[in-house]
């Protein structure tokens, strides 16, 4: 009866570990797609550094055609 009892026991620890352990790797996997979010939000902002970048390149030609047309045309 005893080592009933006992194998019981372990048989309840074994099942216990194997949910830790799949506990374990639900964490794991939370924390890699918490982490390709970071990164597509990351892409994201480059991305829109970017749009930002070229919005100024284009005022700039813009500004400096429009400068280079007064010139010409004052002149």
């Known amino acids: 009866v005893k080592q ?11 099942e216990r570990e194997r949910e830790r ?5 639900r964490e794991r996997e939370r924390e890699k797609r918490e ?3 970071e990164r597509e939000r990351e892409r994201e902002r480059e991305r829109e ?3 930002e970048r070229e ?3 284009e005022r700039d030609y813009t500004f400096h055609s ?3 047309n007064f010139y010409y045309l004052n002149n």
């Open 35 to 37: 982490r390709e979010r």
């Open 55 to 57: 919005r100024e390149r």
């Open 4 to 14: 009933g009892i006992r194998e019981g026991e372990r048989e309840r620890e074994r």
């Open 49 to 51: 550094r970017e749009r």
């Open 21 to 25: 352990e799949r506990e374990r790797e």
């Open 66 to 68: 429009f400068l280079n």
